[in-house]
């Protein structure tokens, strides 16, 4: 079906909740996407930093299609093969390079706004069980969720709660309450609220590189700071890692390039390759609230995900991305540093963003409908910034090609 059928479609029978580009992608191969009409493109979206072996990657696409043919789906009522192994291999690689190691248990879902519900509960069920084990009442328990001003924790209304953006927000009011945010990277404001409110707080939940508003990380000494209050005042520490986890930063997850070790940790987007899964995992003592009954999911952790999500991993972990995504990463970063049009190039590993100079007229979402035209699939987060989100497949060379491509787009 042509595009413009697709379109006359759509515009009838699906709603409006996406201003789509003018393109209908029909297969992908590694870095590549084509249209119905065979034209070639290069991503760097990778379907919001899902693809994370790119497009039909030869291991994921086989798991899939064995599993497929011998069972999709029989709900989390019984056990089924590899969710076992996938788990372990989650622990491993939030162990990874800790001095003392300890198993932490998963939770699975169908998404990063789903695994985000699921740490907040666990966090505000954790604090209520610590609270009356002391004796005391369970409604005085903490229940309050620190986040940061312009974070992105998802859609769902509580989700939508927790990211500190009016704008998003303000549709939907009345939001559920709990939640107070603070400024990212501001250890002052972040002291003096605990200082305020701190027998309230029961977790302060962060993404370790903000992603949605622009691709701002948090510096070493915040997060130092987020770990210390929460351990001082019986509080978890939450990291959202949907977007820059799973190898995205060049280690398995974002919060090891500095040092802490958060409580709970949220994830999704990458972790299966671009198959539809997201996961809280916590450590054990914490994951230990859950109880059977508490929290649950009829489609979380389904065989095809887990079969993804095995294949996926498996292939990340052996075969060297993180030293890659590192390397690869750097190289980007100093490519696009060096393009004139650039004003400031943030982030880490291949989540990185850069901001227009100010001698260039035209926006970001100018750049990206100019770029889709050239054969170039690039992402924006706001009028003046560029988002770049490479399947974390991609190489020099295909470094060399895009932001060839890339520089003459903004030479025009």
Not at 228 to 247: K, P, S
Not at 255 to 275: C, E, N, T, Y
Not at 314 to 333: H, I, N, P, W
Request: proline content about 5%.
């Amino acid at each position: 079906m042509s595009l413009k059928e697709q379109q006359e479609l759509e515009s009838a029978f699906v709603m409006n909740t996406f201003a789509r580009k003018p393109v209908e992608f029909v297969s992908g191969s590694g870095m590549k996407l084509y249209d119905d009409q065979g034209k070639e493109y290069y991503d760097l979206i990778a379907g919001i930093g899902a693809c994370s072996l790119g497009h039909c990657h030869p291991v994921l696409t086989q798991a899939i299609q064995e599993q497929a043919a011998r069972l999709i789906h029989v709900s989390n009522y019984y056990y089924i093969e590899k969710r076992g192994q996938v788990s372990q291999m989650i622990s491993d690689l939030l162990n990874h390079g800790a001095p003392s190691p300890e198993p932490w248990k998963t939770f699975y879902a169908n998404s990063g706004a789903e695994a985000n519900e699921c740490s907040i509960k666990l966090a505000r069920l954790y604090a209520r069980k610590k609270h009356v084990e002391q004796g005391k009442d369970p409604a005085t328990a903490p229940r309050t969720v620190v986040v940061l001003q312009r974070s992105f924790h998802g859609r769902t209304l509580a989700t939508l709660a927790a990211t500190a953006q009016e704008v998003k927000q303000e549709l939907f009011q009345p939001l559920p309450d709990g939640f107070v945010s603070t400024p990212i990277n501001d250890i002052p404001a972040l002291q003096t609220l605990f200082d305020q409110i701190g027998g309230q707080i029961c977790a302060v939940m962060v993404e370790v590189v903000q992603g949605e508003s622009g691709v701002n990380p948090c510096t070493q000494e915040f997060l130092q700071a987020i770990r210390n209050l929460t351990h001082q005042h019986g509080a978890t520490m939450i990291c959202d890692e949907v977007q820059c986890g799973v190898f995205r930063t060049g280690v398995p997850f974002a919060f090891q390039l500095h040092g802490v070790v958060p409580d709970i940790v949220s994830m999704a987007k990458g972790i299966a390759g671009g198959f539809p899964c997201g996961a809280s995992a916590a450590r054990k003592e914490i994951a230990d609230a859950y109880e059977p009954g508490t929290h649950g999911s009829t489609f979380g952790g389904s065989n095809l995900a887990i079969a993804s999500m095995f294949a996926t991993l498996s292939t990340l972990k052996d075969q060297g991305f993180a030293e890659s995504v590192s390397e690869v990463g750097d190289y980007m970063r100093q490519k696009l540093q060096a393009l004139p049009q650039a004003k400031e190039v943030r982030g880490a590993g291949l989540m990185l963003a850069m901001d227009l100079a100010d001698s260039v007229q035209a926006t970001a979402p100018q750049i990206v409908a100019e770029g889709l035209k050239s054969g170039l699939v690039l992402n924006y987060t706001g009028p003046r910034t560029l988002r770049f989100l490479p399947p974390l497949i991609i190489s020099r060379e295909d470094v060399d090609t895009v932001m060839g491509m890339l520089e003459s787009l903004l030479a025009e």
